[in-house]
């Protein structure tokens, strides 16, 4: 950020803080409603300044204030020149902000997604798995008799056993018991 940008800046916060104390405390138009100056900015030149502002209420108030604005802009302006001590004092722009609306919207939109998020979970709540409730193998001891009554056969019929299957017979025993045969 170059100096010129900085002191852009801090002329459009100085500006910013002028207009809403002159508001408050010099322009008494009957039409200025519950009025917020949200931001203000400048343009490069410091030529023209935008002021952005807020009113409480519905479109009627907000189109007596603007109204209101545009008839107190010269005094405005003539009190932002002599508190900044400016050579040329920038012309006043003011512009209704939108940040209520996009705020409306936001919300609108989180309320949505809370309503599609408690219907999914509600859906979730009832919902049981495609498999079995573990689908991890789980050996117990009718596997464990499964390969040893596969080791009884490999004796009876003469035929040597598998190294896994032998050494699985040895442990359990013929009889499928643990321990030594």
Do not use: N
Request: proline share 4%; net charge negative.
């Amino acid at each position: 950020m170059t100096a010129h940008q900085a002191r852009a800046r801090k002329l459009a916060d100085r500006i910013k803080v002028i207009v809403a104390e002159t508001l408050e405390m010099r322009v008494k138009d009957p039409r200025l409603g519950f009025v917020t100056i949200t931001d203000a900015r400048i343009t490069g030149d410091l030529g023209e300044a935008t002021v952005f502002y807020t009113v409480y209420g519905d479109d009627r108030a907000l189109a007596e204030t603007a109204a209101a604005l545009e008839s107190a802009k010269g005094v405005l302006r003539s009190e932002v020149g002599h508190q900044t001590g400016l050579r040329r004092t920038p012309t006043l722009a003011f512009v209704a902000d939108a940040l209520p609306d996009t705020a409306k919207t936001i919300d609108d939109l989180l309320v949505r997604a809370a309503a599609a998020d408690a219907e999914v979970h509600a859906v979730a709540a009832g919902a049981s798995y495609a498999g079995d409730p573990d689908p991890y193998r789980v050996s117990d001891e009718s596997d464990v008799a499964d390969v040893a009554d596969v080791a009884d056969v490999a004796d009876d019929a003469d035929v040597p056993a598998a190294d896994g299957v032998a050494g699985v017979a040895a442990v359990t025993g013929a009889d499928g018991a643990d321990g030594p045969a």
